[in-house]
């Protein structure tokens, strides 16, 4: 028996039932302690930076230097233009592998399929590899651009074929079934009900591989490709800092990830989707 909640989401109240009292008491113990737990560990790691000096002023100066801060930025720069590009080429690349998927006409659903499958089980790292090194054995020069996009963008347009199919199938069949019986044509039915609603249905995954895309983005670093990593790297050979650098960075890409979803949730309001990530 499920019971519906105001303090729950639609989805949650369909899954869950409401806890009872004995089950909230446990949820609050259960926290607490993990609460505790965490802290306990957090003083510890805090602890052991201590006394092995990573707070010492040597370590950190170097924040104090605009350039440093110039330099993590064109880093920042070089990650948010190959996000872009590879998140704008998967989405459509991801939308005609759909539709291949899909397609009735047999040789282009197994070729889509196939393509699908094998950009899906061959690593990121792997793709930069042989865009790194294979092309440039037939005379072909590509710019370290091109050379992290494609393979990113790869990966992420088998990746959203797929959760724009499971879209696409979670329309009822009823409806589809309706516009043919209307006289719509495939692409009216597509372009008029079901592509609408899969958009609807498919924005909390969508938004997750978008952020898969920007830390992919990180391989960068394989073909000195100027992104935020590679400049990372370069300022702890320059400066001897590690831990300092790689904490701040790590931040960066936090808080580059956090707008993210931001904006899925703000774009979620707009549209009147329960959107939960």
């Known amino acids: 028996m499920s019971v519906k909640s105001r303090s729950l989401s639609p989805t949650e109240a369909a899954l869950f039932e409401a806890g009872g009292p004995r089950t909230k008491r446990r949820i609050a113990v259960g926290t607490a302690v993990a609460v505790a737990a965490l802290v306990a560990l957090l003083a510890w790691v805090v602890y052991r930076l201590y006394i092995n000096g990573q707070f010492a002023p040597m370590y950190w100066s170097l924040f104090g230097d605009p350039k440093v801060w110039g330099f993590l930025g064109m880093g920042l720069v070089g990650t948010l233009r190959a996000a872009f590009g590879a998140g704008a080429i998967g989405l459509v690349c991801g939308l005609v592998l759909m539709f291949g998927r899909l397609s009735g006409f047999a040789p282009i659903r197994w070729l889509s399929t196939a393509v699908i499958e094998f950009v899906r089980g061959t690593p990121t790292l792997l793709f930069i590899y042989f865009f790194f090194l294979v092309p440039a054995q037939f005379g072909i020069h590509m710019s370290t651009y091109w050379m992290v996009v494609i393979p990113v963008a790869s990966y992420a347009s088998a990746v959203l074929a797929e959760v724009f199919r499971s ?79 790689y904490l701040v960075t790590s931040i960066i890409y936090v808080l580059i990830n956090y707008a993210i979803s931001w904006f899925a949730r703000w774009l979620s309001d707009r549209i009147g989707l329960d959107f939960q990530i």
């Open 167 to 245: 879209g696409v199938e979670a329309v009822p069949i009823g409806q589809k079934e309706a516009a043919f019986s209307l006289g719509l044509t495939r692409w009216q039915m597509y372009q008029s009900i079901v592509l609408p609603q899969m958009f609807r249905i498919v924005v909390p995954t969508m938004v997750a591989q978008l952020v898969v895309v920007v830390k992919d983005t990180t391989f960068g670093y394989v073909v000195t490709y100027p992104e935020m990593m590679q400049n990372t790297k370069v300022l702890i050979a320059n400066y001897n800092s590690l831990l300092p650098v």
